[in-house]
Structures are given as structure tokens and as C-alpha cells.
């Protein structure tokens, strides 16, 4: 009886645990979403809080720093955009997305002449 009570509440825990982490998941995603939507209508200055608010958060799946390359580049901040795609290729495990952000590089490095 006593194994079972605590196979409950082992069970319940890690239910809660999974929650929590699934909403700031979700939390993130929208977030993502958010700044996303603001580097699309021309509002890059919003986009790179957004996103630098992300990353300050500890997403570490590398769209949020191609994301935020992109608003640096908009705001012909070079030398931010080469970090933050650098930081997204590092991170990127998915050859596609490397190369996005290789080309993206290349454009930046151009820009800088």
C-alpha cells in the first residue's frame, strides 16, 4: 500500500514537472511567434527585444539567434547579425537550417564590405 501512495505521488510529480516545462514551451514558441510578427511589419527594434528576451530566458534551439541575425540585419547592425547567425549555426543540428544561416552570413559579410 505504501509503494503505491508513493508511485503516486512520484507520478503526479513528474506530471507537474512536465507541465511546467511544456508551458514555458509554449510561452517561448508564442514569444517567438511574437517577435516574428514585429521584424515582419518593419518593427526590428521590438523583434530584437523580443528575441534577446528569449534568448535571455535560455532557449537554446538556435531560431530564436537566426531570428535575431535577421532583426540585426534589418537594422544594418552587421556585426550583431554575424554573432547571432555564428551562434545559430553552432547551435543548428539540421544541415538545412545551417545553410539559411551560412547564406544569411554571407550577405552580412557582404554588407560589411
Known sequence: MKLKKVITVISIAF?????????TTISDYRNNKKGIKLYNKGQASEAIEKFSTLLQSGDESGKVNYNLANAYYMQKEYDNAVKENVNAID??????????????????FFQQG
Open 15 to 23: 506530471l507537474l514537472i512536465a507541465k511546467v516545462a511544456s508551458a
Open 91 to 108: 547551435i543548428f543540428k539540421d544541415e538545412g537550417l545551417k545553410q539559411k544561416a551560412y547564406l544569411n552570413l554571407g550577405n552580412h
